[in-house]
Nanobody, 125 residues
Framework: QVQLKESGGGSVQAGDSMSISCTAS?????????ILWFRQAPGKEREFVSRISPDGQRTYYDHSVKGRFTISRDDAKNTVNLQMTDLKVEDTAVYFC?????????????????WGQGTQVTVSS
């Protein structure tokens, strides 16, 4: 089965940029997996942020991050990156990457069985 690990979180000021990554191991060919980013703020439910298709040709974003965040993948490195710009205080959350061995296109966290441990992103005003 595939294992996912996030990296690159930290603390920034509002308006700054940050990039976080999700690196996969195991599970066979990385390019067969769609990869999603979710986030969870304290006291809130986990919510969809972005998705990239297995072939990297289709990307999706929640309206709250569209135009500010960019998802990309490097299959040679088994890595998906999330470039975040113009960060806002409300972007503060633990960010998780996730995937499924099934051809799932849902944006609900419940549809995905493989998760990383998360990386904290804190944006202060």
């Amino acid at each position: 089965q595939v294992q996912l690990k996030e990296s690159g979180g930290g603390s920034v000021q509002a308006g700054d940029s940050m990039s976080i990554s999700c690196t996969a191991s195991g599970g066979g060919t990385f390019s067969r997996y769609a990869i999603l980013w979710f986030r969870q703020a304290p006291g809130k439910e986990r919510e969809f942020v972005s998705r990239i298709s297995p072939d990297g040709q289709r990307t999706y974003y929640d309206h709250s991050v569209k135009g500010r965040f960019t998802i990309s993948r490097d299959d040679a490195k088994n890595t998906v990156n999330l470039q975040m710009t113009d960060l806002k205080v409300e972007d503060t959350a633990v960010y998780f990457c996730a995937t499924s061995s099934r051809p799932v296109v849902a944006l609900s966290p419940a549809a995905y069985e493989y998760w990383g441990q998360g990386t904290q992103v804190t944006v202060s005003s």
